[in-house]
């Protein structure tokens, strides 16, 4: 059973930062990608940011130059840095790990997401 915990979310002004943090346990072998998507209130899951086992990172326009992804492979945790924010970044914020290999075969996963509320 893979299970991805994240952390830091939380209330801030516009301007502010906050990182999130995201953990993967389970007998996790490899993980292709991981990354972090968010939706807000009514609205549809949206791709936020990626980053591959080799390093290789992606962002949406709307947060390009103001996130930054980082992954650590060892421990299986990616962490999402987040200057600048704006009252549109509001959202609940969650975790994915895609390709995901186990002993039991491939699969992506999510975690359960944690909110992030910028005040104007």
């Known amino acids: 059973q893979v299970q991805l915990v994240e952390s830091g979310g939380g209330l801030v002004q516009a301007g502010g930062s906050l990182r999130l943090s995201c953990a993967a346990s389970g007998s996790i072998l490899y993980i292709r990608a991981m990354g972090w998507y968010r939706q807000a209130p009514g609205k549809q899951r949206d791709w936020v940011a990626s980053i591959t086992s080799g390093g290789t990172t992606n962002y949406a326009d709307s947060v390009k130059g103001r996130f930054t992804i980082s992954r650590d492979n060892a421990r299986n945790t990616v962490s999402l840095q987040m200057n600048n924010l704006k009252p549109e970044d509001t959202s609940v914020y969650y975790c994915?790990?895609?390709?995901?290999?186990?002993?039991?075969?491939?699969?992506?996963?999510w975690g359960q997401g944690t909110q992030i509320t910028v005040s104007s």
């Open positions: 994915s790990a895609e390709g995901v290999r186990t002993y039991r075969g491939v699969s992506d996963y």
